[in-house]
């Protein structure tokens, strides 16, 4: 069983899981698996958080993560403060990937993230 790390940061990390073929994130308390696909969908769902609008919602005044990303699951949203949705964006940047060149960016940010 071989899994790449493909981010790491202090809340968490994404990995290439070469079994399965499916990201694994996790981040904090949390763990998504995710295709290709969705990771991209997520990737995209984080970067276009509206933080201009959650920050001036009157009833978020006085909540700490009152940034919302809903899931597949309808019931299930996850929230995020804005120092987390900085790192979770951090972890799951890789829109401008090709599949093709999956192994070797990731081997080549691998190194990246080790210094
Ligand atoms: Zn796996």
């Not at 009833?59 to 299930?76: A, D, H, M, V």
């Not at 090709?98 to 080549?108: E, L, N, T, V």
Request: charged share 25%; proline share 2%.
């Amino acid at each position: 069983m071989k899994s790449i790390v493909v981010r790491k940061n202090k809340f968490g990390e994404l990995l290439y899981c070469e079994n399965c073929g499916f990201f694994h994130l996790s981040f904090s308390n949390m763990l998504i698996e995710l295709s290709e696909r969705e990771l991209r969908a997520f990737h995209m769902a984080v970067k276009e958080i509206d933080i201009d609008y959650w920050n001036n919602v009157p009833f978020n005044q006085t909540i700490k993560r009152k940034f919302p990303i809903s899931t597949s699951q309808e019931n299930l949203v996850l929230v995020f403060d804005f120092y987390e949705l900085e790192c979770l964006k951090e972890l799951v940047m890789i829109s401008n990937l090709k599949r093709k060149d999956f192994i070797s960016f990731f081997d080549i940010d691998y190194v990246v993230s080790l210094n």
